[in-house]
């Protein structure tokens, strides 16, 4: 082992094989890493469900349909159970039901249970006995707990920061001062306020070294990392200079390569006074070498700075 | 594409033309960019307004009159709808109504709707027959989850760290050490502490390049950019150097060139443990050159330090 | 204006009268700044009681017992004034009450107000006519809107992070490698964990300048400003070398100078994933120049390393 | 007090002593510091249980089955409680129960209070008399607060962000580049995205110091501190280069000096916009010096890369 002359660490840290990953990937594949939507395209296997199951996240990450109807459904399923047990106490277990059939009955005990679970209680039908009351006090319990949670998860749901930063559909190679730079727009969607928008920007593609295929991560530099505010929108830019790993690089090279530039914002909702994050990307295909992107501001009689948002993804060739 | 002199990203960085937004405007205009109360000055448009809205930002932002009025309209027809749902099951669906009449129905109704949306239940109307009964059932779930979005959204509105840092009408331009200084004064308009101030200060104005007018933006320096505590008040001041983009300069030239002096306010809510945000502008009729903030420190007969706040924005001509 | 020599802004910054307030302070003073609790013992006036209130502060501030009194007093307070609103609807207006007097009517109908407010409803008094059940729909609004408010405040209150670290009592001047050292010492009095525990020490004391008393602020550098666990105590040492402001003090000279340290601790709470922060101060009267803080580690059977903490002030002369 | 030759405050910085705690350990002892759970394994004694005791934190850490048996028990205790004093008021005070004996009288006080509690209140009973009234209003108070307190309780258990990173069992000591590194592998349990995930790693051991034994600590350099995405897995490196305290080390001299690597993990969990933290540890005996991790990732149909994570742990002596 001599130690004469040691890679240092430092060093070591900027010679990004790995994208932030802590995983060198040598495996050559033509699918994305990263979707535009921002979600990785990766398999983790070797859990099982549950154990990787985190229900919280999953509760808040379903679509609304899903979980309005995981909603609906539970509550049903409780007062059919809870229908059930009271129907089990016998026929004088609910006073004030006058139903007599067996179909009857058990209607009657699950809309006994909606007013007991909800804590409506309007006294037509009312518990008598022992075991009866019993159930309406675990069931009274069971309503309060039940709808804290689901009310909780709606409400965190609502409230959630959810920045909605759109990227332009391509990105580009235009000209920049005297050199080119890779660019791409983004605007909020939404009319929240973001402030403090900074982005970090990755460029891979596979490298041959020594005969073997293996995926490197370049860091971008950027023209500005970070903006305090984004009332409008904001073009990123690599300015494509002699360190740049894209320096001189064509269309073809980038397909060649299998490139993918990864994205990573992060922000300040101002009203959540919460930080918020966005992934995209852009794979080799949706880079346009040789174009620019259209002004976004359009004429205001008022005077006051105006944008157009549907012209985020407007490109023209140079 | 000759390499040879590229502007380096890092200063690039630098020379900020954009005041952090990654827009070039190069529009003139004698509007304000930034408003007195922070917010922009910009229009967007080409998104539809469905898109943009975030609901709950919305119902936020909106003033407590409006909330209170939309609650209780929701409410009254929240219980209308149920009222003639009711109705519509049939003179028997509700038991112990004595109304013969159809308002009379209706009425009681909607009052039985209102006992079980709130989840009170009398007893002395209740509901019959299957109809009723599901009608019911819904009734519970939707004022549960109703009740559920409305006290949440009140509770967050209420509880929501909204820092009242007040600016000082005028900006001046100071006597400072032995040049001058660009200062406003800032306090604390509530009680709860704040600490870890920092300030960020941009300077721009219409400058011609090349016989263009654009908008350039310059970054101040501060004499310092974060104070730890701020019990009592904060002069903000900005040093006039030789480097200052502000050295010599003439309330006519600040009129000529539209000038505008933009803050950004970050602060910690003690209480709330969180990062708060407060912006604000100064125009170029809003700066007094030669003059200085008056003293805000009272005597106090306890020798304890005491600042009267109404002098915050008091100046005198130096 | 002569642009000579300027002091350049990053120099101003070092040069900090202003012990991070932004405010000269030249009133000599013998109180304290800073108080033990960590409040400020300073004045404000000028602001009208109601614009500086800030309510959710104010609510969440006060006293357990002041709190509960103001939630039972309101309580109270509601429930008799809808009472008395249910009263002038008439004797009609509550079916159910045998009430004759006008005490026994006020009191039915108070009663039936919590039943309602709390949205109980028994049922065996129940609203009668359109007056009596617009009130109820009221009535279950505010209910239902006020236990939202009291409930999410009480819950607020109990799980806000607090953290609780407590300071020596005294703080010491003591022997440190070769030379001197200015120490304080703090545990966590609580048993979650805190993490990443940061201390800003400022010196603080009057001087004459041009004849002129002033009070300059000095930061003291740390031996460490930083811990990543905090599962004992922390010793925190201010060096004092040559470039101390504390170099070769003496505890006459402490007291004619008035001399003060005023410390903010930032930690993150573990369980809560805040930062939580805590400020206190020593006086001149509070430090003891040639003692040392005792070992608080106490010898264990199990081999744990184990601390004991009512040591925690414990000192000795050196 | 000479003051020639002063260590600076920056370099005592480096010496770090004490582990980022603060106090200097010279006890001998082979228990292990931080367990590999992450809780210290230290005593803290001299304060009252009551005094170190913070509720909320140990409702919020205490296992599911402890929680809700406090929150059932607390249910019935409450109702036993208001039962007896419904009781109290005599037999006239409850409306509609017909319970002659002792017992059957508490039964129904019993059944009663539970539908006040919960607020169901179907009006078969109902209090009559001042005194009911009056214990039914602070029944009611009682249970709006309790409840919110618990169903806060419980929301807060299941929403809070808890990061389940999995650290490999034993660490190894393998061949990195041209020289070795100390190396272990953390996988993120969950399916949630954990971003920017940061590594603190110490080592400490037992050293023999003018015949005294103390132990020191070594922060150990990283190939990386940092990582922006974690998809994958991550192997954390320390290169033992000729700087590294471990440069050289065997298995024998580890468990001689009783060696110890303590391990911080921060990282913002993205659906929760929040920083947690997790910390293990790796004894002397779990570390396998001469060996090296397998690889995680395996073939997939689809081209996508994937990783088999039970693999996190297996290694292979080189």
Known sequence: ?????????????????????????????????????????????GYSF?????????????????????????????????????????PEALQGSGATTLAGRFLDSFFFSI?????????????????ANIIVAFE????LFGFALATGLLFTRFSRPNAKIQF??????????DITGFMFRIVNERQNQLIEVAAT?????????????????????LERQKVTF????????????EQSPLFGVTQRELEDSDAEFSILLTAIDEIFSQTVHSRSSYKYDEVVIGAKFRDMFVPSESGITRVDLRRLSEIELV
């Open 168 to 177: 332009s559909e391509k990105s580009v190679v235009a000209p920049y001062r």
């Open 230 to 241: 984004f009332p409008l929108h904001w073009t990123i830019v690599h300015p494509i200079d």
């Open 201 to 221: 920007v990755t460029f891979s593609r596979m490298e041959s070294h020594n005969g073997k295929q293996t995926r490197r991560f370049y860091p971008l530099m």
């Open 115 to 131: 007013q007991t679970l909800a804590t409506i209680g309007y006294g037509k039908m009312s518990p008598s006995g022992f075991a």
């Open 1 to 45: 082992m001599a130690a004469k002359k040691i890679p240092p660490a430092t060093k070591a840290q900027d010679d990004t094989r790995d994208f932030g990953l802590g995983s060198k990937i040598t495996q050559q594949t033509r699918t994305r890493f990263l979707n535009r939507d921002g979600s990785f395209n990766v398999e983790r296997t």
């Open 50 to 90: 549950l154990r990787s199951l985190s229900p919280y996240h999953a509760l808040l990450s379903m679509s609304w349909a899903k979980f309005h109807s995981m909603i609906v459904l539970s509550y049903f399923l409780v007062n059919v159970i809870f229908g059930f047990a009271y129907m089990l106490c016998g």
């Open 140 to 143: 009274a319990l069971t309503g």
